[in-house]
């Protein structure tokens, strides 16, 4: 057996890597997603540090670069790899553009995870998430939309 046919080179094994990922972005997104968001987050799980603050219920801060690190990261790596820097310049394009009026981004913003709040208050028979609603609790929500 040839020493070539042992083992694959470094670089041909990364290029089969990008090459998957390139027929099946949609797979690709999702494993990347959550496996760079749980490996940035998985420190401060395994710390113990509460996710949301114990008073507010609002979202923790150090949650948040690992969201949009792990999401929003591996969009722009992807659309990189698929489509190029043109696909990326689109990406920050679509990004900017406003397409509705600020009504439905309102919607999207305060009412969407309103519901959801409501929801799970129902469902766990708890109004004790409901203090996620205080004034000092939804300060905190513009900060996690950047």
């Known amino acids: 057996m040839s020493r070539s046919s042992e083992s694959a080179s470094p670089i041909a094994h990364s290029a089969g890597i990008v090459q998957t990922m390139r027929n099946h972005p949609l797979l690709s997104f999702f494993i990347l997603a959550y496996a760079i968001t749980w490996v940035l987050q998985s420190p401060w799980v ?59 981004y309102a919607v999207a913003v305060l009412l969407i995870p309103l519901t959801a709040l409501l929801i799970a208050a129902v469902v766990l028979d708890s ?20």
């Open 127 to 146: 109004l004790g998430g409901l203090r996620a609603l205080f004034p000092s609790a939804l300060l905190l929500y513009p900060a996690t939309y950047l």
């Open 46 to 104: 395994i710390s113990g540090v509460p996710p949301f603050n114990q008073k507010t219920h609002a979202p923790a801060l150090w949650l948040m670069p690992a969201i949009a690190i792990g999401v929003t990261g591996t969009a722009f790596v992807l659309t990189a790899l698929t489509q190029g820097w043109a696909g990326v310049r689109r990406l920050l394009q679509r990004l900017t553009w406003w397409r509705v009026g600020l009504r439905w």
